[in-house]
Nanobody
Framework: VHVTESGGGWVQAGGSLRLSCAAS????????LGWFRQAPGKEREFVAA????????ALADSAKGRFAISRDNAKNTVYLQMNSLKPEDTAVYYC???????????????????WGQGTQVTVSS
């Protein structure tokens, strides 16, 4: 399984960005996908995740009310819509695949065995 992120960039506080993650490989439409982020000097943290069929999703508390995750299995792509961005959202955002995910999205990094290279998101104040 391969995942590739796109859509990062620079935005002013209060602005929006949409990240995309294209998944490829065996059964890429049957895997859970998640977004994590890592700011300089900090641990990589969970942002959002969605099940293989989009039937269930989860958001970190910091993302609730501002971010939304969705997927289009016809395109093998998952999206992270980020609104009302804050400077503290500045980080490298990573997409990851959980090939053993079930009907509930998992939030721990340990379940995600395939990672993209990351895309930088910078939010200026």
């Amino acid at each position: 399984v391969h995942v590739t992120e796109s859509g990062g960039g620079w935005v002013q506080a209060g602005g929006s960005l949409r990240l995309s993650c294209a998944a490829s490989g065996q059964s890429s439409s049957n895997i859970g996908l998640g977004w994590f982020r890592q700011a300089p000097g900090k641990e990589r943290e969970f942002v959002a995740a969605i099940t293989y069929n989009g039937g269930s999703s989860a958001l970190a508390d910091s993302a609730k009310g501002r971010f939304a995750i969705s997927r289009d299995n016809a395109k093998n792509t998952v999206y992270l819509q980020m609104n009302s961005l804050k400077p503290e959202d500045t980080a490298v955002y990573y997409c990851a695949a959980d090939i053993a995910a079930g009907i509930f999205p998992r939030q721990s990094r340990q379940y995600y065995g395939y990672w993209g290279q990351g895309t930088q998101v910078t939010v200026s104040s």
